[in-house]
């Protein structure tokens, strides 16, 4: 293979697309129009392989050096989880309004504030053995909500078993085991789950400890516990703890926005501290839950109790209520969450993920991966097993494919290469450009693996997913794009960059000369500009960065800045934080090449690889994308959609991604399309209440004043593509003059 510098022979000079043998007929024109009604008419008939060519990189010298890593990585959230010790784990959590939170019950009492009564604190202190204490109990966690304040994540009240020693008249060591072996084998004949305590343990709660009641069990919820609650009274010295546990309400569904919590550290088991906290105190471990942590966590409150030398509780006074933390009021919209994982799970084998986001405020409303997990088997804890078998499971189903997994955009990112060519005056929209079979580049065949030649226009290229017409704009063509400055659109539309949402998102990779210099050992050829153009080569990014740029595209004026969270709000519901819809990219100097790119989604759907993407009450565009990923022996396929609706004055930009399993065959076309048109349907009535209403917030969001910098490097870049125009021009006369010496013609039949 050869390395660094292409070396391109007479005829390779003598582009395909540019000249013909004397004599010869002109190739085809075809109109968008023309080449939908090409297209056959049963897609159903159709293998789904035949929709649309699936492409792979073509191996250009150097990518030996370095695998860029592919398909889903873990997310560091994930990976840097310590799973429990034990189920024993316990989390506190709560409401945004103290009063809606359930009160803690003992067995029989409601632990309200009690009057203080100064004569039993008197008696207390002329007891030696008396006992005072001034607790913490730790503050419960606030709610986690959607965009209309649908709860996603919350509390409910729990118990734990626990042997209630008080004093023993009997302290000899003997009877403080009878005691406890009696209340744990009474437990186990009710049928309460009992972890392993040894003598030691039971001593050493007795001797420091024995005011307090020793959880001996895993957590029980509130509707788990009612058909033990009379087997719990029979129990001699039994206890049930209540607490607040976490209670993620809608399952599995965006658990990978949620994320779960865990316990910040283990009760202490020496002699009673003040302060010690009664309950374990929780902190969030991924997600969400980890991100705002901070503003989740409620104010712990305080709770005194006294007891006498025979161990007597004689006061249980709650002094100070604990304050719940505060409210996330994310973007998402639950029902269309769910509906999004439903069309997944039904449509993609499990393996897949879909985003959208509104294309005016960059608000995310489904962020949807699959397959997912139950965060509740987090809650109060997850044994080592458990965590262990979802952490080794080779679909990683900890891991969001949505943010969390990078891949090659295929196709899909030919909306960013036609934009770019326009943008930079390589093309217009009315210009043709000959497509054959395959378009030679120094020693390597860039093929196209669709049944359609001939002489097409960008739009047209996009109905057809055409390979050739991209390759040439970007590598071949007088003049072309080159694969830097395609590159640089290409992080204009978020490209190459973490989107700035609070979850551990991966930036994916747009390389640049010096990246490919450190990877490969050289810099950029033409080849890598062919590759480069039909989202292959070193080129990956996450379905959450195709949706952000189809939003750009969609927007037309500008690409706007992501987000996930709405409001915080604080325990009295004053807002703490307000999202405010603002630009990342402005985008102006593309508003022309942007609706032309348009023209060409719609055109997708309407007649083109995107069919089955076409929805019942609503119209849609889009654009296909099918390619090999992953290690060659895998053998395995991608397949996307990426599109934008209403297509005439678009609302809403998704992308579906499906993870295909080894040897077998999909096309974007087929299973991606599918995701997308089930999902629209499903959230029908929905949708169209949606659409009924104003745009949210895109009469507040200008396309922010190009920056300097950036004005001075579009400038310097017409500049330099208006120079190399010249030259190109100079070159192209040169070449015209001597085929015209050697029989060859511009295309055109001599007269």
């Not at 006498?308 to 029902?335: A, C, F, H, R, Y």
């Not at 069919?611 to 654009?623: D, E, M, P």
Request: include cysteine.
């Amino acid at each position: 293979m050869l390395r660094g510098k292409f070396f391109f022979s007479l005829v390779s000079l003598m582009m395909p697309w540019m000249v013909l043998p004397a004599g010869a007929q002109a190739p085809q024109i075809l109109t968008p129009e023309q080449a939908a009604a090409a297209m056959p008419d049963d897609a159903e008939a159709i293998p789904a392989d035949e929709m649309e060519e699936t492409v792979e990189t073509v191996k250009l010298g150097g990518e030996e050096k370095t695998t860029v890593q592919e398909g889903v990585q873990q997310a560091e959230s994930y990976e840097s989880t310590v799973a429990p010790d034990s189920p024993t784990n316990v989390e506190i959590g709560g409401t945004t309004d103290t009063e809606a939170t359930p009160p803690l019950k003992t067995d029989e009492e409601v632990m309200d504030p009690t009057v203080h009564d100064p004569s039993r604190v008197a008696y207390a202190a002329t007891r030696p053995n008396a006992r005072t204490m001034s607790l913490t109990v730790p503050g419960p966690r606030g709610l986690i909500t959607d965009r209309d304040g649908n709860v996603m994540a919350c509390s409910e009240v729990a118990y734990q078993p626990a042997i209630n020693f008080g004093q023993l008249q009997d302290e000899s060591e003997e009877n403080i085991l009878r005691v406890a072996r009696k209340a744990i084998a009474a437990y186990e004949a009710a049928g309460f789950k009992v972890l392993e305590k040894t003598n030691a343990q039971l001593l050493d709660h007795y001797r420091n400890r024995r005011w307090l009641p020793l959880a001996i069990g895993p957590t029980v919820r509130e509707r788990e516990l009612a058909p033990l609650r009379e087997k719990v009274k029979k129990i001699e010295h039994s206890h049930l703890i209540p607490l607040y546990i976490r209670n993620y309400t809608s399952g599995t569904s965006a658990c990978h926005i949620l994320g779960y919590t865990g316990a910040k550290a283990k009760l202490p088991t020496g002699p009673i501290n003040h302060n010690d906290p009664i309950f374990e105190r929780q902190e969030g471990r991924a997600g969400l839950e980890l991100k705002f942590n901070k503003q989740l966590t409620g104010k712990p409150g305080v709770w005194r109790l006294m007891f006498d030398e025979s161990g007597k509780k004689i006061l249980d006074e709650l002094q100070t209520k604990p304050k719940p933390g505060g409210t996330i009021v994310t973007t998402l919209n639950l029902e269309w969450q769910k509906a999004a994982e439903q069309s997944l799970r039904d449509n993609t084998l499990g393996r897949g993920a879909f985003v959208m986001v509104d294309v005016h405020s960059g608000e995310i409303v489904v962020l949807a991966s699959a397959p997912n997990f139950d965060p509740n088997k987090f809650i109060p804890a997850i044994s080592q097993k458990d965590y262990d078998d979802l952490r080794n499971d080779p679909n990683t189903p900890l891991v969001s494919r949505a943010f969390a997994g990078v891949y090659p955009p295929a196709s899909t990112f030919k909306t960013i290469t036609v934009a770019a060519a326009l943008r930079h005056g390589i093309i217009e929209e009315s210009t043709y450009v000959n497509c054959p079979f395959s378009v030679r580049i120094g020693n390597h065949e860039f093929k196209n693996h669709s049944k359609f030649t001939g002489s097409i226009n960008c739009v047209t290229a996009l109905v057809l997913s055409n390979n050739p017409f991209m390759y040439q704009v970007a590598a071949t063509r007088n003049p072309h794009l080159g694969a830097q400055r395609l590159c640089d659109v290409a992080r204009r539309f978020g490209y190459g960059s973490t989107a700035g949402i609070p979850l551990p998102d991966k930036a994916g990779n747009v390389p640049d000369e010096s990246w490919m210099h450190r990877n490969y050992g050289r810099g950029f050829m033409a080849g890598d500009a062919a590759n480069l153009s039909i989202g292959q080569g070193a080129l990956l990014a996450t379905p959450l960065q195709v949706a952000h740029a189809v939003a750009g595209i969609a927007n037309g004026k500008y690409l706007p800045k992501l987000q996930l969270v709405r409001q915080v709000l604080d325990a009295e519901g004053n807002v703490v934080y307000q999202f405010t819809p603002t630009s990342q990219t402005n985008l102006s100097d593309m508003e022309s090449a942007l609706a032309t790119v348009r023209k060409g989604m719609k055109a997708v759907v309407n007649g083109g690889t995107g069919r089955r993407a076409k929805l019942s009450y609503v119209s849609n565009a889009g654009k296909t994308g099918t390619a090999q990923w992953g290690r060659p022996s895998d053998d395995c396929r991608l397949a996307w959609f990426a599109g934008f609706m209403p297509a005439d004055e678009p609302r809403y930009a998704y992308a579906a991604l499906y993870e295909g399993k080894p040897h077998q065959r999909i096309s974007g076309g087929h299973m991606a399309a599918t995701v997308v048109r089930e999902f629209f349907e499903s959230i029908k009535s929905g949708m169209q209440e949606a659409l009924s209403k104003p745009k949210a917030g895109s009469a507040d969001v200008p396309a922010e004043e190009l920056s300097e910098e950036e004005r001075l490097r579009i400038e310097q870049e017409e500049t330099a593509a208006a120079a190399e125009s010249a030259a190109q021009e100079v070159q192209k006369r040169e070449q015209e003059k001597r085929h015209s010496r050697s029989g060859w013609d511009d295309g055109r039949s001599r007269r």
